[in-house]
């Protein structure tokens, strides 16, 4: 298991890996809990009729949900061939618009959104634009809302346990003994503190959400293949990694192991 909060340096090399391969994002990346859903519109009103800007829109899977609840939604998304996979996904729906665009550089509309929505992609956005760039994009008293998942202890512990071995061996950037926090160790102090840096919002509200996914062995490589640091890793190294993790899972676990996520949502008003 590696650490998957990329540092400044590695930031816009790691962001562009996504679009390598957006089938696979799409097929093995996990959507959001349906409760989730029910805070944006009770916490940041994106619901029936509201107009929201997504940030990092990927292949839909918080933008299809969205749309479902009759928001009508601008999403921006900087990989050409994850924002024809949302295209695809949300083709029929009169209520959005997909556009290919780096966030930091895409000129903002006159009128302004009621909500900026970013489910899991915020970290990516260039920290000296993102904030002041939602601020503008937004009217008055409208609503940031940043979603962020993290993989916390729970679930088949005992192979996120023993799975370090496999990246110790095969990852030099890996580091010894790294185990997934307890949900009650992850805070939202760094982006609440960002918030009042920027002088542009009120105080985060935080709600919480945590979730079990259970995966085969085939459908936990292809997840591994999806993140950006197992994909920067070098082909032999990546492929040996895969082999390890994939016989630990069949030969201990019988083939199935479960994930256990926390899901986050923090949302500020804008002065």
């Known amino acids: 298991m590696r650490d998957d909060t990329p540092d400044e340096a590695r930031r816009v090399r790691l962001s562009r890996t996504f679009d390598e391969d957006a089938e696979l994002y799409d097929r093995a990346r996990p959507g959001y809990p349906p409760a989730l859903f029910d805070d944006l519109e009770a916490l940041a009103g994106a619901g029936p009729g509201a107009r929201v800007l997504e940030v990092g829109a990927g292949t839909g899977k918080a933008t299809?949900?969205?749309?479902?609840?009759?928001?009508?939604?601008?999403?921006?998304?900087?990989?050409a061939d994850m924002a024809a996979v949302a295209r695809r996904?949300?083709?029929?729906?009169?209520?959005?618009?997909?556009?290919?665009?780096?966030?930091?550089?895409?000129?903002?509309?006159?009128?302004?959104?009621?909500?900026?929505?970013?489910?899991?992609?915020?970290?990516?956005?260039?920290?000296?634009?993102?904030?002041?760039?939602?601020?503008?994009?937004?009217?008055?008293?409208?609503?940031?809302?940043?979603?962020?998942t993290q993989h916390v202890a729970g679930g088949s512990e005992q192979f996120f346990a023993d799975v370090q071995h496999c990246y110790e061996r095969f990852d030099p950037a890996a580091r010894p003994g790294l185990r997934?926090?307890?949900?009650?160790?992850?805070?939202?102090?760094?982006?609440?503190?960002?918030?009042?840096?920027?002088?542009?919002?009120?105080?985060?509200?935080?709600?919480?959400?945590?979730?079990?996914?259970?995966?085969?062995?085939?459908?936990?490589?292809?997840?591994?293949?999806?993140?950006?640091?197992?994909?920067?890793?070098?082909?032999?190294?990546?492929?040996?990694?895969?082999?390890?993790?994939?016989?630990?899972?069949?030969?201990?676990?019988?083939?199935?192991?479960?994930?256990?996520?926390?899901?986050e949502l923090r949302v500020s008003r804008a002065w």
């Not at 609840?69 to 998304?77: L, P, S």
């Not at 999806?226 to 676990?253: F, K, M, Q, W």
Request: proline letters at 6%; aromatic letters at 6%; hydrophobic letters at 45%.
């Open 64 to 79: 299809v949900p969205l749309a479902a609840r009759g928001c009508r939604i601008t999403a921006v998304e900087r990989g």
């Open 89 to 148: 996904r949300l083709a029929g729906s009169g209520t959005v618009e997909v556009v290919t665009a780096d966030f930091e550089t895409w000129p903002l509309p006159d009128e302004p959104f009621d909500v900026v929505v970013s489910a899991t992609a915020f970290h990516w956005i260039d920290p000296a634009v993102r904030m002041v760039k939602a601020a503008d994009a937004l009217r008055r008293g409208g609503a940031l809302a940043v979603v962020a």
């Open 180 to 263: 997934p926090p307890a949900a009650k160790d992850v805070t939202a102090a760094d982006h609440a503190d960002e918030v009042a840096r920027s002088a542009r919002f009120g105080p985060v509200l935080v709600r919480r959400h945590e979730w079990d996914l259970a995966y085969s062995t085939a459908q936990y490589l292809e997840v591994l293949r999806t993140y950006s640091n197992h994909r920067a890793l070098p082909p032999e190294a990546l492929e040996g990694l895969l082999g390890c993790v994939a016989a630990l899972i069949d030969g201990r676990y019988g083939g199935r192991i479960t994930k256990r996520h926390l899901t």
